[in-house]
């Protein structure tokens, strides 16, 4: 077999996704996610301009070679841009191989280590009741974890806490320029809690509750808020901290027993070597997209589970149906898997990339379709072509410009 095409496909039901789809001298075409939020069209062009030409002629049967070719054969390794780049051929050729022998892609990662897949959903509101509501409309779709993002009393906006939904159903977060949130931590750190105290009362002890601090506190900051939320038993305190500095994380360990998540921005198993080697969290946190494939997440687990630390794939909205059926398939492949992220995709999302993945009572399965189990409508995503959006920044009172 040899490949005969690499092309990308940039497209936005809502929001932007950039998928590259690679097809075979037979005919076999896989697929892969390589979206960047915010900064998709560098992707695009690392894709088409540098990558493709490359695969032209390839067996795409040897994954590794190719991964290890793209990867060490560039001489400028990782980062986001490429890592999303080699991510995409990665699972795109994984999707082949599948495909190729009429299997679904988490019976070549081993098969299944369980029978459904936990996931978890976002809840938010600026207000205690907002939050209530939020909690019980997650509850009614099934799920049966629920992250909690709270606005913050004399804060205009607060990461993760949607006001008013897009008509269209699009994350209302991705703007044309960059939104501006305020920030004040003292005033996050004094109230957070409170919530965690009025959800739990209202919720009961059961119901796994989770938090993301979005990269915002210093190490003494995040020790306080884990120390602080004991009580009310959190499954984790993610991203507490700015991800660069793997040291802050052992000052938070030294002070609290609440869980610890994080690697949704990491690019490769070297920004967790501490991490994992010296037991400083307890979940890894990145997504296939941005990981460089299925190749090095699978790595990544069983270095991980080395040390009793378990898996939770990155899986917000702005990750595609692509990169979520390729998480799903090692969801249910490894063995100490934690939680999977999901927010689900608008319905004209779900048109374009069609999906054998299902969502039930709360569980995730990545069905038996041959392959990742998701296919392209290439003249539905052509209907809906690229817009400029970005992620919003962060300010502190005095203007200055924060984490986020
Ligand atoms: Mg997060």
């Known amino acids: 077999m040899k490949i005969v095409d690499a092309k990308v496909v940039v497209t936005s039901p ?30 695009v062009s690392y894709l088409r301009d540098h990558v493709a030409p490359l695969l032209i002629g390839r067996d795409p049967h040897r994954i590794e070679d190719a991964w290890q070719y793209l990867y060490r054969g560039a001489y400028w390794r990782r980062g986001p841009v490429t890592m999303a780049a080699i991510a995409a051929v990665d699972v795109a050729l994984w999707d082949i191989k599948a495909k190729v022998a009429g299997l679904p892609l988490y019976q070549l990662l081993g098969g299944a280590s369980r029978d459904r897949i936990r996931a978890y959903g976002h ?41 008013a939904p ?36 209202e919720f009961g002890p059961d119901l796994p ?41 052992r000052l938070v360990r030294q002070h609290t027993t609440t869980p610890l998540a994080i690697g949704e921005v990491f690019n490769t198993v070297f920004d967790y070597q501490t991490l994992i080697d010296d037991r400083l969290i307890d979940y890894v946190r990145s997504a296939v997209t941005h990981f460089g ?48 992220e999901y927010s689900g995709h608008t319905d004209l999302t779900n048109e374009v990339f069609r999906h054998a993945y299902t969502f039930q009572d709360g569980y995730l399965h990545p069905g038996e379709v041959p392959g990742i189990g998701v296919e392209l409508d290439e003249e539905l995503a052509a209907a809906h072509p690229y817009e400029p959006g970005y992620l919003p920044v962060n300010r502190l009172k005095d203007g200055s410009v924060h984490d986020w």
């Open 14 to 43: 809502g929001r932007n996704f950039v998928t590259l789809q690679i097809t075979t001298d037979d005919g076999v075409t896989g697929l892969g996610d390589a979206t960047l939020n915010g900064r998709e069209l560098a992707v």
């Open 123 to 163: 809840a938010n509101g600026s207000s205690l009741a907002e939050i209530f509501d939020s909690v019980r409309a997650l509850q009614e779709r099934g799920y049966q974890a629920i992250r909690i993002q709270s606005g913050v009393p004399g804060l205009q906006s607060v990461y993760g806490v949607h006001t």
């Open 166 to 201: 897009s008509a269209d159903g699009s994350a209302p977060d991705v703007l044309a320029q960059p939104a501006v949130e305020d920030w004040d931590t003292a005033a996050y750190l004094r109230y957070i809690p409170r919530v965690f105290e009025a959800v739990r009362n």
């Open 209 to 249: 509750l989770l938090h993301d601090a979005h990269h915002r506190l210093s190490p003494i900051e995040a020790a306080r808020l884990g120390k602080d939320l004991e009580p009310y038993d959190l499954f984790w305190l993610e991203d507490c901290t700015p991800a660069e500095d793997q040291e802050a994380l």
């Open 293 to 340: 494939g299925v190749s090095p997440m699978k790595k990544l687990f069983d270095y991980a589970g080395q040390r009793g630390i378990k898996s939770a794939i990155h899986g917000p909205e702005d990750i595609s149906p692509v990169g979520m059926a390729a998480a799903l398939h090692l969801d249910l492949a490894v063995h100490n898997f934690g939680i999977q």
